[in-house]
């Protein structure tokens, strides 16, 4: 058996991967910010502005961080929610 390794399996191996990982970042950020009005929002009390001082996105195990005060969240597909926000469904980082 050949172990030589060809150049177009060392692009197609280790360059799209790494490629991906900019696209993906770059397609969270364009997330539409979630409206506290909207019903999703309203059915887990969303707010961007927690009154919590240990309990807000930034510290919940569901967000992903895309910007400086906005990010992903598993509950709101499709929407960005503020770093700074809370609502009903959040769950500590690194609960069990």
Do not use: E, Q
Not at 21 to 32: C, S, T, Y
Not at 48 to 54: E, F, R
Not at 64 to 93: E, H, N, P, R, Y
């Amino acid at each position: 058996m050949d172990s030589a390794i060809t150049r177009r399996a060392l692009v197609k191996g280790t360059l799209f991967p790494v490629a991906g990982l900019f696209i993906g970042a770059a397609a969270h950020a364009d997330l539409p910010a979630l409206d506290p009005g909207d019903p999703a929002a309203k059915g887990r009390d969303y707010v961007t502005k927690s009154a919590k001082s240990d309990a807000y996105c930034g510290n919940c195990s569901l967000y992903k961080k895309t910007g400086d005060s906005m990010g992903s969240c598993a509950l709101f597909a499709g929407k960005s929610v503020a770093f700074a926000g809370w609502c009903s469904g959040w769950v500590k980082i690194g609960f069990p």
